[in-house]
Nanobody
Framework: QVQLVESGGGTVQPGGSLRLSCAAA????????MGWFRQAPGKEREFVSA????????YYADSVQGRFTITRDNAKNMMYLHMNNLGPEDTAVYYC?????????????????WGQGTQVTVST
């Protein structure tokens, strides 16, 4: 069973940048389709971005397209979310998640492993 741990969250001013990291332990990281989700207070968890097992294909929610970049380093069992031009609407707890199947999914139920989350706050 894979264990996922997020890090890199914090408080940043509007227009700022952050890089989130997701470290995987156990399992077979290089075979997993990986995703980032976020959950703001009072809202449901929503899809942010995803990447195929070899990093060849990447997917983004419309709300972050052009501002966020997802990457992974299978040699280090790591995944990243580079976030630029952050706005207050990006404030949320960010989670990384693993999916066993190659196909893309934005549905949280299709991911079998989750990290504990890291808080991102965008505020003046």
């Amino acid at each position: 069973q894979v264990q996922l741990v997020e890090s890199g969250g914090g408080t940043v001013q509007p227009g700022g940048s952050l890089r989130l990291s997701c470290a995987a332990a156990g399992g077979r990281f290089n075979t997993y389709f990986m995703g980032w989700f976020r959950q703001a207070p009072g809202k449901e968890r929503e899809f942010v971005s995803a990447i195929t097992d070899n990093g060849g294909s990447k997917y983004y929610a419309d709300s972050v397209q052009g501002r966020f970049t997802i990457t992974r380093d299978n040699a280090k069992n790591m995944m990243y979310l580079h976030m630029n031009n952050l706005g207050p609407e990006d404030t949320a707890v960010y989670y990384c998640a693993a999916r066993r199947y190659y196909s893309h999914s934005t549905n949280t139920a299709d991911y079998f492993a989750w990290g504990q989350g890291t808080q991102v706050t965008v505020s003046t």
